[in-house]
């Protein structure tokens, strides 16, 4: 799952967030319903390993686009909840009602394969087109996300114009990985000392 997440965050930010996110999604589920027709251990070591994979993928992407969408207001409450927890507690009680192994990996796999459906209704992410300066699709897809809202947003406009400004004049197009974390001794222990009290 970590090596999901690392490779799927660094993926999303060259290639767009809403293609990683559904292009994981769609394979995390159908590797799960594959999970269960393994006809040996090897197979299913295999196809779990790669599910779990496109999961962290499915889960860094997921949570990225959702606190974008959200004013400051609402951020550390999204972020402090722990939903995905729950999915967890969903999958025990699952348990307890799909006995065998065979029938749960189906189900975990089937009942959420319809979400990939909302491709074709969802947007890419704003903040990720403006950082490609591609910003009539990033206007554009504002635009369709504050239609669909019941609220309207004042000076639309004014925000746009003043984020392609910062963008234009401040941000130097490179490439980052996570490797960049460990580039020295002091950066890495930061970053070791970040991921444990994380």
Not at 10 to 29: E, H, K, N, P
Not at 50 to 65: M, P, Q, R
Not at 148 to 174: E, F, G, P, W
């Amino acid at each position: 799952m970590i090596v999901g997440a690392g490779l799927g965050s660094m993926v999303a930010d060259m290639y767009g967030r809403r293609r990683l996110l559904f292009t994981s999604l769609a394979a995390m589920l159908t590797l799960h319903c594959l999970v269960a027709v393994s006809i040996s251990w090897l197979m299913f070591v295999v196809l779990r390993a790669l599910a779990v994979g496109f999961a962290g993928a499915t889960l860094v992407v997921s949570f990225v686009l959702v606190i974008e969408f959200l004013g400051p207001d609402w951020r550390d409450a999204c972020t402090c909840s722990c939903l995905w927890v729950l999915g967890a507690i969903l999958m025990s009680v699952q348990t307890l009602i799909t006995v065998h192994w065979r029938w749960l990996a189906l189900l975990s796999g089937g009942i959420c394969l319809p979400l990939v459906g909302a491709f074709f209704t969802s947007t890419e992410s704003v903040r990720w087109l403006q950082c490609q300066q591609r910003f009539p699709e990033a206007e554009n897809g504002l635009r369709e996300v504050v239609s669909v809202n019941a609220a309207t947003v004042t000076n639309i406009m004014q925000l746009l114009d003043h984020s392609r400004a910062c963008i234009v004049n401040n941000m130097h197009y490179k490439r980052y990985t996570f490797l960049d974390l460990f580039h020295s001794l002091a950066s890495t222990r930061w970053t070791l000392a970040l991921i444990y009290t994380g």
